[in-house]
Nanobody, 115 residues
Framework: QVQLAVSGGGFVQPGGSLRLSCTGS????????MAWYRQAPGKSRELVAS???????NYADPVKGRFAISRDNAKNTVYLQMNNLKPEDTAVYSC?????????WGQGTQVTVSS
């Protein structure tokens, strides 16, 4: 069964940190580009960060210098370390596994940043 299991969301105050995890199963995790997306209420979904099979990373401008994406292929897991969180980071975060002809989506996890 192909799936992505996401964990790690929650509530945090501005300036705080959270780490999201996404574990894949049922597919060749190591050859996929992994990515995190987010969608805030009333806004379009946006790409937050991605990491290729060679671990090359890419970040959206709003999160550069604050978020870090990494992967552990031995554990079939991709992480999103989020530091110095801001209220505008509040959104549902989703994990995807990407190949040119296939995209796999995991469930979303809510991240709320508020004082």
């Amino acid at each position: 069964q192909v799936q992505l299991a996401v964990s790690g969301g929650g509530f945090v105050q501005p300036g705080g940190s959270l780490r999201l995890s996404c574990t894949g199963s049922g597919f060749a995790f190591g050859i996929y580009t992994m990515a995190w997306y987010r969608q805030a209420p009333g806004k379009s979904r946006e790409l937050v960060a991605s990491i290729g099979s060679s671990s090359r990373t890419n970040y959206a401008d709003p999160v550069k210098g604050r978020f870090a994406i990494s992967r552990d292929n031995a554990k079939n897991t991709v992480y999103l370390q989020m530091n110095n969180l801001k209220p505008e980071d509040t959104a549902v975060y989703s994990c995807t596994a990407n190949q040119p002809v296939r995209q796999i989506w995991g469930q979303g996890t809510q991240v709320t940043v508020s004082s």
